[in-house]
């Protein structure tokens, strides 16, 4: 039998009625007895310390903003303590407690860690109403949401965990906060309910039912909830951080230490796009091309992508529409389509969006140059000249050819203008390099030819590559 201290949880079971141990007991066999004892020890603190007076301690709401880590926003920690204090350990259906029992904060914490979409739907509709409401605005939804992405930019920031992402190195993450909080509040729609064309989410009211049917089929909201969670209250944080859905949300950011470079991106954008990524790739983000770093030029452009594994390519129009592409498989240069169906196109500004395959057609990535029988470019999706995304070997044009959608991706027009002008353009590969690249990378066709390198040397020149490929391998955050 596992053995527990004084103040363990057989204790507080002990001192509780039959219907609060029952609901207490299913929570706590949730957690492993090192994450009880993280429990009970963060309870103790919040609520002033050990008091073996006490005989039923509470927090409030003070006690609970002295707690959380420093700057944490108060509207979220407002939102956490509602959350907390609206659960009816008792069973008995009552308006929000004006304290939080330790019942109460131990079943908080489960059905917003590991709890079923259900529990977490309660949960999220007291953080946004305060109160035991049914119906909740939209508006209040999206107020949420903002507050919710905000709180994790702010904890992630705060406890250096952005991987090498530098936030003023890409745009404005407030404007991106509410792009993102937008964009997932599109998912917000009731079961069953037929929805008026063009209404908006925002502009509506919404069930329970609504609330649940979002969770389930938003999981970004339930990953930022338990980041949320586990890091403003310095709680549970190893098993947490150990998830896929937490570890991945932010990948790492390498190839830009040694450069000016600015991404096009802000990092709300990167956390939602990566979250769309195979999982295999979620972990890391490398910079190959950046127009700012390796100038305009399509040779140069092909030149840093081709056989570099899979890539995102993100574009600017002269407009200030930006948007791009995943391109699942390396790119190679040649008159064909290539690719498969886990490519997709998406937008990043004026709205965020993704764009997956239709199984219309099978073009989902095209890349050719120097040839005169057939289009030089970067595409991906639609057809020859009505791409979905067409970047022109003549280096600054483009095309999203895409009214009313693009076949393969089902994308609205991308850019401002059906033909645009390129302002700015990067690339990134996602996961890990390619064993061809990682050959590549330790021998050059010098170290492997030798008949090269003699050649070389005869006519007095040097090896300009001697000292870049270290630079390049220790150019990692």
């Known amino acids: 039998k596992q053995r527990v201290g004084i103040n363990g949880f057989p204790q507080i079971l002990r001192k509780m009625g039959n219907v609060e141990s029952c609901t207490c007991q299913r929570c706590l066999l949730r957690f492993l007895p090192e994450e009880q004892r993280d429990i009970d020890e963060a309870f103790d603190k919040m609520s002033g310390g050990k008091n073996e007076k006490i005989a039923k301690k509470t927090v409030t709401l003070q006690q609970l903003k002295a707690f959380v880590i420093k700057g944490f926003p108060e509207s979220m920690t407002l939102r956490l303590y509602n959350g907390m204090r609206s659960i009816h350990v008792s069973g008995k259906a009552s308006g929000p407690c004006e304290q939080v029992s330790k019942e109460q904060f131990i079943v908080f914490l489960s059905d917003v860690l590991r709890g079923t979409v259900e529990e977490k739907s309660y949960i999220v509709s007291r953080m946004i109403l305060g109160d035991d409401s049914d ?150 983000w490398r910079l190959l091309f950046s127009s700012q770093v390796h100038g305009e030029s399509f040779s140069k452009l092909c030149g840093q992508i081709v056989n570099q594994g899979p890539c995102l390519l993100v574009l600017k129009d002269t407009e200030g529409f930006i948007f791009g592409g995943f391109a699942s498989q390396t790119w190679d240069v040649k008159p064909q389509f290539q690719g498969d169906n886990r490519c997709f196109l998406f937008s990043i500004f004026p709205h965020l969006e993704v764009y997956t395959y239709t199984g219309y057609n099978d073009h989902y990535m095209y890349l050719n140059h120097g040839q005169q029988t057939m289009p030089n470019g970067l595409g991906m999706g639609g057809q020859h000249d009505y791409f979905g995304l067409w970047i022109d070997s003549n280096y600054g044009k483009g095309h999203s050819r895409a009214k009313p959608r693009c076949t393969t991706y089902n994308s609205p027009q991308l850019s401002a203008q059906g033909d645009f002008l390129l302002d700015a353009l990067e690339v990134w590969a996602v996961g890990d390099l390619p064993e061809s690249m990682i050959i590549k990378g330790k021998k050059s066709i010098l170290d492997v030819d030798p008949e090269a390198q003699a050649l070389l040397e005869m006519t007095g020149k040097c090896r300009q590559s001697d000292g870049l490929r270290d630079l390049a391998e220790d150019d990692e955050n």
């Open 135 to 284: 119906i909740v605005k939209g508006r209040q939804v999206q107020e949420f949401i903002e507050d919710l992405i905000m709180a994790v930019v702010y904890l992630l920031k705060y406890k250096k965990l952005l991987k090498g992402w530098n936030l003023e190195k890409t745009r404005d993450y407030v404007a991106g906060v509410k792009v993102l909080a937008t964009q997932l509040l599109q998912e917000l729609k009731s079961p069953g309910r037929q929805e008026l064309t063009g209404s908006q989410p925002i502009h509506s009211t919404w069930d329970r039912n609504a609330i649940e049917n979002w969770i389930f089929k938003t999981p970004l909201v339930s990953t930022f909830l338990s980041v949320v969670v586990t890091h403003s209250l310095s709680i549970l944080q190893p098993h947490t951080e150990s998830q896929p859905d937490v570890l991945n949300l932010v990948p790492k950011c390498r190839g830009t230490k040694r450069t000016a470079f600015a991404s096009l991106l802000d990092f709300p954008s990167v956390m939602y796009i990566n979250s769309h990524l195979p999982s295999e790739l979620q972990h890391q």
